[in-house]
């Protein structure tokens, strides 16, 4: 397969990263010469200078030959472009990124489709949605449902409260007996050398404070988590928003839409009024001023305020209003960050959740160019891992076979099975059928030995 990405900025270099690891042919094409010898340099895959709305170019680098087509530049409407071109010169599918919200409604993107174009993608929605459902859902910093909630994964770190510390996972597991709900699928612990080791649990591993743990469970798994990590629920009914732009407005309307108290700080006074002028945030408070005034956080009560989200553009100011609020007694504070490299560092300093648009742009890309078999991907932040839903053949190599005669590799492990809309978690005498949906989780370099079990 042939995949040509126009843009070698953060989305291009963390899609083409995701996809070296899949023995394809891979062309990254960009006019900026430093971001292209970054990619040469760290990945395995081919560059091409030059303008990707080109057709000379185009037709250097063989987009008639082009599987996909994926245009991720900073530019919508180079995207935009690029991608009708690619289209007409014969490549069959192209996705473009986008920033425009109008776009995404639904008549414009028929549209948009009747002209050609595949997909589009909106870093900016994504942040908007992942900044929601993580402060509907307060306890943990990251979620993903499986077969429309059948199975949930959540991440959490663990602090001194977890009653799990300094036991193994079998110990924890024989409290619960038949009736556990959930399963540890990977834990990230960070080293002396402040690396991370990044960890497939078994039997015997054990809990340590200060672990990150990824589960897998079924229904009931909330309360259950919330028991075991010694934690309740927080109602984050008040949320106050720094920064007004795409991310943040979009943010607003959907907590407003649920019964969230939002107020809106933006340092642009032009932004400011364009805010107050959105019919759709009519009964939503927006205020002048700079964010990092203390002054202004306590006039506008931030001490009361449950849950502190900075969406501003730049990532040192989101972190160091984030810690303000913390430091002001905010329950929960989530930072929109540019640097995947401040992702691992969050709990570290003390702030609830980073995002970051582009790796979850790269990241629903990626799930799409994998549609197949796979049913559904989840990239985990930083990590050479992956969580896929598998769906399983009548002739596929792990259909008719119970979990305990799996050969998986050490790296990887399954995490539970969705059979008739109802999920599972992988008992040793649980045996694998056509039709079923296994979500497996696996480290990049095992990934090619996970699908033969489904070819």
Known sequence: MKIIIAGAGEVGYHIAKLL??????????DMDKEKLSKIENSLDVLTYRGDTTSFSVLEEIHVDKADMFIAVTDLQNTN??????????????????????????????????????????SPEELAANEIFNLVEESVFNEMHSFGNGALNMFGIMLDKRANIINKTVKQVADRFKEHINF??????????????????????????????????????????????????????????????????????????AHGHDVKIIERSLNKAEDLIEDNELSDILVINGDGRDNDLLEEEGISESDAFVAVTG??????MACLQAKYKGVKKTYALVENTEYINLSHDIGIDGFINKK????????????????????????????????????????????????????????????RKFKGYLPTKDFEIQPNDRVVVFSHLECIKKIESYFQ
Request: glycine share 6%; charged share 30%; hydrophobic share 40%.
């Open 20 to 29: 070296s690891h899949e023995n394809l042919d891979i062309v990254v094409v």
């Open 80 to 121: 935009i472009i690029a991608c009708l071109i690619a289209k007409k010169a014969g490549a069959r599918k192209v996705f473009a990124r986008v920033t425009n919200p109008e776009y995404l409604e639904r008549k414009n993107s028929i549209a948009l489709q009747r002209a050609g174009i595949d997909m589009l993608i």
């Open 183 to 256: 399963i540890p699928v990977c834990i990230t612990r960070q080293k002396y050398n402040n690396e991370f080791e990044y960890i497939v649990p078994r039997e015997d591993t054990v809990y340590k404070e200060g672990d990150h743990v990824y589960f897998i469970g079924i229904e009931g798994v909330r309360r259950t988590l919330y028991s075991l990590m010694g934690k309740q629920k927080t109602d984050l009914s008040d949320v106050l928003i720094l920064g007004g732009g795409r991310v943040g407005k979009k943010t607003a309307k959907l907590l407003k």
């Open 314 to 319: 730049r990532s040192e100011t989101n972190i």
């Open 359 to 418: 790796l979850m742009a790269a990241n629903a890309i990626f799930k799409y160019i994998r549609k197949g078999k796979v049913l559904d991907v989840m990239n985990l932040h930083d990590l050479k891992a992956e969580v896929l839903e598998y769906r399983v053949e009548e002739n596929s190599r792990i259909a008719h076979t119970k979990i305990e005669d799996l050969k998986f590799p050490r790296e990887a492990i399954v995490g539970g099975i969705i």
